[in-house]
């Protein structure tokens, strides 16, 4: 079984909307951090969204700050991405990931657990 799970990518126009969602499988102490990540071949991967799941804390990369949400159901054991507003620069494969390390910024450093990534394709 894979740590975490992506589902929801698709294709969609420019000014559209998805949500993404990942049933993550680690043990709570291993999630201390959620994040959504994203990955365009011959680019770096970028963080997007990031959660401390203990203090509920949440950040986002300047590039979708004020369009994208993320938020976690914890009885479902599932992190969300909310993608409003999208762009053809939002294309990519997302990944989501999990951490157990405290950090100040969520989406500094390394992650220990992976997600196998959801397509999203944007056309303007």
């Known amino acids: 079984q894979a740590p975490l799970v992506e589902s929801g990518g698709d294709s969609v126009q420019a000014g559209g909307s998805l949500r993404l969602s990942c049933v993550v499988y680690?043990?709570?102490?291993?999630?201390?951090?959620l994040a959504w990540f994203r990955q365009v071949p011959g680019k770096e991967r970028e963080g997007v969204a990031g959660?401390?799941?203990?203090?509920?804390?949440?950040e986002y990369s300047d590039s979708v700050k004020g369009r994208f949400t993320v938020s976690q159901d914890n009885a479902k054991n599932t992190l969300y991405l909310q993608l409003n507003t999208l762009k053809p620069e939002d294309t990519g494969v997302y990944y989501c990931?999990?951490?157990?390390?405290?950090?100040?910024?969520?989406?500094?450093?390394?992650?220990?657990?992976w997600g196998q990534g959801t397509q999203v394709t944007v056309s303007s």
């Open positions: 990931a999990a951490d157990p390390r405290t950090k100040y910024y969520c989406l500094d450093g390394d992650f220990d657990d």
């Open positions: 680690v043990m709570p102490a291993r999630k201390k951090c």
């Open positions: 959660l401390n799941t203990r203090s509920g804390s949440t």
